[in-house]
């Protein structure tokens, strides 16, 4: 195995596996944003490209943000959708697998996951490539294991198989136990172009190619987004904004004087030409690799991962990228490295909640109560296999937020009239007109 390691780590070198298809990567830029200091003046601002200057909420981010514009366009709000496109948006650049839960080590993000399972959305059972996968190990004892975690939790016990003398579990893996499992391929870029033409069906207005430019804030309170479109600003007022922007979002928020606790994550992702395996294959064990196939290709990435400070930093850590090609030849005996013919190497960036830099694969949700300011969720989805749990959590805080908001105003405008509610006369009338003046 070792001269195996070797050989492929020369012949690695020789390749170079065509990092050089990241280099138009490079150019990715994230719209300069200026401290708004409290108040911003908007008022100067041009209203184009967009055919209301008000929406009822503003969903930022169309990757998992494409699940929440459906879900709040589904409970007959008035929403405005907008994306840049990036190509390197993790959402439609992950490894196309819908997650069954099984695989995990942590049980709310395990039983989570096997919930969103289980109730797959019709746009991802219609989106579904291949059922089915193989979780290996290379001894019995992880499986073991793993399976009395996954019992202990209440998730279904997958099919299990075992080694026998002269047998394998998988003729083209190295391991000695395994077992199967639900999870599938998925095509995450058809699921959400069906999410989108759905999203529209239902009255909202969707935008691809908007660049954020910057969020505005007043006081404590989000009042809007300027955008450019085809080569014009505008700006675009709305009662509530979500920001689902992955690893787009940091800046954006910063800018207005809200720090989340979450980080940002490259990972390495190599793509094969070929279908390698029948189903997707990963292992419960050391290197921790997962095999993807999907279209006629392979897709396999590991858990090495480094922190990064942007998003635009897409470009794959060669040693790392070395180190997975070698896991693979070692796992996969049938695969020689003359047989590689690799079609890409792209990184991914993964942005999560943490605290103290520890990951958590879990959705999160900031509100008001997290960063103090109104008519504003950031929407971190963990998982892609997520994206309609976290869509229904965020609905449910939108819709709240907005009700809060009405019964506020017509508080004020019970005060304005001189009345309270049940109809007492108010003792600051001047006070509060002053207040709903401004």
């Known amino acids: 195995m070792e001269t195996r390691r070797n050989q492929g780590g020369e012949h690695f070198r020789k390749l170079r596996i065509g990092f050089s298809l990241m280099n138009a990567q490079k150019d990715i830029t994230i719209g300069s944003h200026q401290s708004l200091g409290g108040r911003k003046d908007v008022s100067r601002v041009p209203v184009r490209s ?45 490894q196309k697998w819908k997650h069954s839960g099984w695989i995990y080590h942590d049980k709310p993000t395990a039983c989570r996951l096997a919930a969103a ?24 004892e992880t ?27 998988s003729p083209k893996c190295n391991c000695t136990a395994g077992m199967r499992t639900p999870d599938c391929v998925i095509n995450f870029a058809g699921l959400l172009r069906d999410l989108a033409v759905e999203t529209e069906r239902l009255g909202a207005t969707l935008s691809l190619r908007a660049h954020i430019k910057e969020l505005v804030r007043d006081g404590n309170t989000l009042t809007g987004v300027v955008v450019k479109q085809d080569g014009s600003e505008s700006f675009l007022r709305c009662q509530h904004c ?91 005996p049938f695969l020689r490295w003359s047989d590689f013919r690799v079609a890409r190497v792209h990184a991914a960036i993964k942005t999560e909640f943490a605290v103290d830099l520890s990951g958590n694969q879990d959705l999160a949700v900031f509100n008001e109560s997290d960063h103090g300011v109104r008519g504003l969720t950031v929407a971190l989805p963990g998982k892609a296999s997520l994206m309609f749990a976290l869509a229904r959590q965020v609905a449910d805080q939108v819709e ?21 509610p049940s109809g007492a006369t108010s003792s600051l009338p001047s006070i509060a007109r002053r207040i709903t003046s401004q």
């Open 50 to 94: 967009f055919s209301c200057a008000h929406v009822e909420v503003a969903t930022l981010g169309l990757g998992c943000g494409s699940a929440i514009a459906w879900e709040m366009a589904r409970r007959g709000l008035e929403v405005s959708g907008m994306d840049a496109g990036y190509v390197s948006a993790a959402t439609s650049n992950n």
């Open 117 to 140: 399972f289980a109730h797959m959305h019709p746009a991802e059972q219609a989106n579904v490539a291949n059922w089915g996968a193989h979780f290996l190990a290379h001894n019995e």
């Open 143 to 169: 499986l073991d294991a793993h399976l009395l975690t996954l019992a202990q939790w209440g998730l279904t016990s997958p099919e299990v198989t075992r080694k026998l003398p002269g047998q394998k579990v």
């Open 242 to 332: 979500v920001v689902a922007l992955g690893g787009w979002g940091a800046e954006l928020l910063r800018a207005i004087g809200v720090e989340l606790p979450v980080r940002r994550w490259k990972s390495n992702i190599v793509t094969l030409e070929g279908e390698l395996v029948p189903h997707i294959t990963a292992w419960l064990d050391t290197p921790f690799l997962t095999v993807v196939p999907f279209r006629g290709q392979t897709l396999i990435a590991d858990t090495r991962r480094v922190l990064v400070t942007s998003a635009c930093d897409v470009i794959p850590v060669e040693s790392d990228v070395e180190l997975l090609l070698q896991d693979a030849v070692a796992n996969l």
């Open 400 to 420: 709240a937020s907005l009700a809060a908001t009405r019964g506020e105003r017509r508080q004020l405008n019970w005060m304005a009239d001189g009345a309270s």
